[in-house]
């Protein structure tokens, strides 16, 4: 049997796995710029991370004003 024989359905695998893994990598491209741009409403609006120190927290009021 050849191998050219089932070259189409190889191709075509191939094509559906770059197909998919391209897909998830804009998905979480386009996430993770929508999960920056809320958190950076929310630090806007005066919420901040708990993973703030108090120290971090007083130099980005300091830097602010």
């Known amino acids: 049997m050849p191998a050219t024989a ?3 359905f190889i191709v075509a695998a191939y094509a559906a796995g770059l ?3 391209v897909a998830l990598i804009a998905w ?3 996430d993770y710029r ?5 958190l950076s409403e929310l630090e806007r609006q ?3 991370r ?6 971090d927290a007083s130099q980005a ?5």
Do not use: K, P
């Open 6 to 8: 089932h070259i189409d």
């Open 19 to 21: 197909i998919v893994i």
């Open 28 to 30: 979480v491209t386009l």
């Open 34 to 38: 929508v999960q920056r741009r809320i």
């Open 46 to 48: 005066g919420l901040s």
């Open 50 to 55: 708990r993973s703030t120190t108090l120290r």
């Open 61 to 65: 009021v300091r830097e602010d004003v």
